[in-house]
């Protein structure tokens, strides 16, 4: 990756990336994190999920710190009903 891309993308070459969106507002907090958890070995000192519910307020709520997916994440918040 270029230093362009990097500056303009913001991201680097040690991080992933993965979304998710379900056409009939189910919950996709499951997916997201397996698929963080796959994405992992690409950049291992910290993770994240944003997360909006398509009807209602729109508003974006977010988790990130540092360490591993499962180590940042818990069941609770992962797979919250």
């Known amino acids: 990756m270029s230093e362009f891309e990097k500056v303009t993308t913001g991201l680097g070459e040690e991080c992933g990336v993965f979304g998710a969106y379900d056409m009939d507002g189910g919950d996709v907090a499951p997916s997201v994190y397996y698929g963080l958890f796959a994405l992992q070995h690409r950049g291992q000192e910290s993770c994240g999920i944003a997360v ?8 974006v709520h977010s988790k990130k710190g540092l360490g591993l997916v499962n180590e940042v994440f818990d069941e609770e918040v992962a797979f919250r009903n």
Not at 52 to 59: A, I
């Open 52 to 59: 909006t519910d398509t009807y209602g307020e729109r508003k």
